[in-house]
């Protein structure tokens, strides 16, 4: 996950959200600083009911539904090139799967299409938010608006082709920017924006090197891309344009592209990648300019609100299998030994539960979002020694972000305005060699932190299938006119969403969901307060 740079500090779009509790309103602030303020939280069976706790819904007004509602669509409208420039011409797309021969420049009858085609997207078409109909707000990860979990429909904007275009190809320059850390699945991102674009038939793309700070470096060029150019780099991990943290303000940023004549920007990030991205957007809406700004979620922590998953996080979870199989071996093999496997998730513990649900060797599982002792009765310590007595050995999977508050905080940022965080795994590893020294029964300890070697990872499979579905997906938004949209998997389908809805906070991990529950009867650990 990464942050917001510092110098990107213009007043980012705060939509209303008298409806949607915990949903900060953005401001010039770092993400890192609105995820920080957020405390852990140990169980959620008091309602996690949003609209409850807003006093501006009167639950006692027959109407309060409509109105939710109502307010739920505005708040999921996604902005358009009509809003600014509302007598822009659109034109039938050239986007046509019947229609394989190459696109010519010279459009004397209009734009090539076939009116039987029936692959194209209506604008009307909408992709169901909540798909589960809770009876109580004590059932298992209930999310509920109202105390009595009543049913309201939230839909949100299906992605993919649409009929009108408003974009001419031939006077489309499209630039692609990728910001923050690594993450596997960059590449095929890039890769398939860059197809997608050539076969509506624009033939000026470029990368721009270094994410934000591309815009504004005189010594990186802009690197000119091609189907030939980017064919096979799937198949290697990291970033063709390479990745940076921070960046120029917006203002410079919004400037630069003008002098490129860049027209479309789609942008591959986190959270703060994607409140630059609105940023500019807005910059852009303010200044009355025809360009479209689409975000494309990259976080390997899978921390983004309102989506299935984002790209990455699949690959991560099958490659932290290879850290988990050799802490068991090296835990097993050993006289008392005891393996720990510190995996990714600053304020999320998606990777950590879902690896150590997958491998079925994971004897304890520590992540952000619940607190934990390891001193005490009730602590992580003494449930060691009992699976040491019980078995001989034991594994641990820890996420990078839990346990914070046993470590001395430093009060240290990155360049991107993250908090820098302790290592909880040499944390916990010399805490458990310290305990049971002192009880006079040494345990052979072995720590493994295999998170580079992940986020370098090529995508796996199931990555790649989606990579490939949102990278189409972005051109197919830029080019219906949309922007200041990111597009995600919601309920298995894709879909359109305003940024401001997806960054408004972190993505948690509940523990009270099922997911949850079902990794605590994987390993067999008790509550550790």
């Known amino acids: 996950m990464d942050a917001l740079s510092p110098a990107i500090k213009p007043a980012l779009l705060a939509t209303p959200r008298t409806a949607r509790a ?9 993400y890192a600083s609105l995820s920080s303020k957020r405390s852990p939280i140990r169980r959620r069976i008091q309602v996690r009911a949003e609209a409850a706790k807003q006093p501006s819904i009167d639950f006692s007004d027959p109407d309060w539904k409509s109105k939710y509602q109502s307010d739920f669509e505005a708040r ?12 822009a011409a659109s034109y039938p797309s050239t986007f046509c799967l019947k229609m394989r021969s190459p696109i010519s420049s010279e459009f004397a009858e209009g734009y090539p299409s076939d009116e039987a085609w029936h692959g194209y997207i209506n604008n009307d078409d909408r992709v169901l938010l909540k798909v589960i109909r809770f009876s109580s707000p004590t059932s298992a990860g209930a999310e509920c608006i109202d105390p009595h979990c009543s049913w309201i429909e939230q839909w949100v904007h299906r992605a993919g082709p649409r009929e009108k275009i408003y974009f001419k190809p031939e006077e489309v320059k499209a630039a692609i920017v ?23 038939g624009v033939k000026q793309i470029v990368g721009i090197p270094f994410g934000y700070r591309g815009f ?15 064919q096979n780099i799937h198949l290697s991990g990291g970033s063709l344009l390479g990745v940076s943290r921070g960046g120029p303000t917006v203002t410079d940023i919004v400037e630069s592209m003008e002098e490129r004549g860049i027209n479309m920007l789609f942008v591959l990030g986190g959270n703060g990648t994607h409140a630059g991205a609105n940023a500019i957007h807005e910059e852009c809406r303010k200044r009355g300019l025809k360009i479209a700004v689409v975000g494309v979620p990259k976080t390997i922590d899978n921390d983004i609100l309102l989506m299935d998953k984002t790209f990455g996080f699949d690959t991560a979870v099958e490659e932290a299998q290879r850290a988990i199989n050799s802490a068991y071996i090296e835990a097993h093999s ?21 690896a150590s649900l997958a491998s079925g060797q994971i004897d304890i599982c520590l992540i952000p979002e619940v607190k934990f002792n ?22 641990v999977c820890v996420a990078e972000g839990a346990g914070q508050d046993l470590l001395q905080k430093t009060n240290a940022t990155d360049a991107s305005g993250n908090v820098v965080l302790g290592d909880i795994g040499v944390h916990i590893q010399q805490e458990i060699k310290k305990f049971f020294k002192g009880m006079g029964h040494p345990a052979d300890v072995k720590y493994i932190d295999p998170t580079y070697m992940i986020r370098a990872c090529r995508a796996n499979a199931s990555d790649g299938i989606l990579c490939t579905v949102l990278g189409q997906n972005a051109v197919h938004g830029a080019f219906a006119g949309y922007s200041g949209i990111t597009v995600g998997i919601c309920n298995t389908h894709y879909a359109y969403f305003p940024i401001p809805e997806v960054i408004a906070q972190a993505k948690v991990l509940d523990p009270n969901s099922r997911m949850w529950h079902r990794c605590l009867t994987s390993t067999g650990q008790p509550d550790f307060i």
């Open 216 to 230: 504004s470096d005189i010594s990186l060029a802009e690197m000119p891309l091609s189907r030939k150019v980017v």
């Open 22 to 30: 915990g949903h900060a309103l953005l401001s010039s602030v770092s």
């Open 374 to 395: 390891l001193h005490g009765p009730h602590g992580v310590l003494n449930h060691l020694k009992y699976l040491l007595e019980r078995k001989g050995s034991a594994v």
């Open 178 to 200: 990728t910001c923050g850390g690594l993450c596997p699945g960059l590449n095929d991102v890039i890769r398939q924006i860059v197809i997608t674009l050539e076969i509506y």
């Open 76 to 87: 999921f409208r996604i902005p358009h090139i009509t809003d600014v420039i509302p007598d």
């Open 334 to 354: 050993a006289y008392r030994g005891i393996g720990i496997v510190k995996l990714m998730g600053r304020s999320s513990g998606f990777i950590a539960m879902q």
